[in-house]
């Protein structure tokens, strides 16, 4: 691996169903973050986790839960599914090491559809 | 609160020199960042300004005027490769990027 992963790469899920993102990073990053990107609109945080073990909420939490048991891994989940949810989902991390260098790197997303 | 600006979309010729423009409103500042984005790919981070004035990299220069809220994205010798999405963020108080709507920059030969 090199950078962040995310899985799956598009999904259409039924409203209601349970689903939840996946983010791996190799580079050992202590901050990683989730945002979700819609049309017209800039990236909003969903939750954010400084270390591992630790999260936080975002500008739009509702309807969303992580979790951070490691540094690697940081899964984003929706409990019950709702259409206003579709959007494509990003997963970055940073060396919170330096905070004022501030960049973030980027997995490819995941596009959620759902109907 | 915080409030990025930018304008949604711009057009420049191959070769030419464009300016996107970003002001903001915040009641805390750690710097402003620009991002670029191809069309169904993921952000890349271009430039950091902290401090006012120019940073050069490059095609690519950033400028910021804490004073004014206000940063500009300067791409010179334009590509078609340039064609993207801009994104202007600064970094709260809390260390946390506030992202912009994005600048959608069109190339045309």
Known sequence: IAGITQAPTSQILAAGRRMTLRCTQDMRHNAMYWYRQDLGLGLRLIHYSNTAGTTGKGEVPDGYSVSRANTDD????????????TSVYFCASSDSADRSLG????????????? | GQNIDQPT???????????????????????????????GEAPTFLSYNVLDGLEEKG????????????????????????????????????????WGAGTKLIIKP
Not at chain 1, 103 to 115: A, C, D, K, S, Y
Not at chain 2, 9 to 25: D, K, L, P, R, S
């Open chain 2, 59 to 98: 095609r690519f220069s950033s400028f910021l005027s804490r004073s004014k809220g206000y940063s500009y994205l300067l791409l010179k010798e334009l590509q078609m490769k340039d064609s993207a999405s801009y994104l202007c963020a600064l970094m709260d108080s809390n260390y946390q990027l506030i």
């Open chain 1, 103 to 115: 960049e973030q790197f980027f997995g490819p997303g995941t596009r959620l559809t759902v109907l």
């Open chain 1, 74 to 85: 940081f899964p984003l989940t929706l409990a019950s599914a709702v259409p206003s949810q």
């Open chain 2, 9 to 39: 979309e711009m057009t420049a010729t191959e070769g030419a020199i464009v300016q996107i423009n970003c002001t903001y409103q915040t009641s805390g500042f750690n710097g402003l960042f620009w991002y670029q984005q191809h069309a």
